[in-house]
């Protein structure tokens, strides 16, 4: 399995983003996936999730109501649309499947087996 992320960038406080990750190999429809970020000197943390039926979603509280993810099964990609960014969302995005057909969305990044390279997303105030 193999996860590629995109669509950071350089946006200005108040602005959007819209984050994708593509999966190939394996059977996407069958994964629980999550974004975690990791800004500088922080560890990385979970941001939001989804399950493998693309209905449940879970969101950290310091990004909910701001951002949705969304997961498309048809086309094997699941997205992160971040609206009203802040500076304190700067950090390098990264995708994430747990292949294991959890019963809930893991906030652990050891419940994930497998990784996207990481975007890097960079909000200026």
């Known amino acids: 399995v193999q996860l590629q992320a995109s669509g950071g960038g350089l946006v200005q406080a108040g602005g959007f983003l819209r984050l994708s990750c593509a999966s190939s190999?394996?059977?996407?429809?069958?994964?629980?996936m999550s974004w975690f970020r990791q800004a500088p000197g922080k560890e990385r943390e979970f941001v939001a999730g989804?399950?493998?039926?693309?209905?449940?979603?879970l969101y950290a509280d310091s990004v909910k109501g701001r951002f949705s993810i969304s997961k498309d099964n048809a086309k094997n990609t699941v997205y992160l649309q971040m609206n009203s960014l802040k500076p304190e969302d700067t950090a390098v995005y990264s995708c994430?499947?747990?292949?294991?057909?959890?019963?809930?969305?893991?906030?652990?990044?050891?419940?994930?087996?497998?990784w996207g390279q990481g975007t890097q997303v960079t909000v200026s105030s």
């Open positions: 994430a499947a747990d292949v294991t057909l959890p019963l809930v969305i893991h906030h652990e990044e050891t419940a994930y087996t497998y």
């Open positions: 190999g394996g059977t996407f429809s069958r994964y629980t």
């Open positions: 989804i399950m493998r039926d693309g209905v449940t979603s």
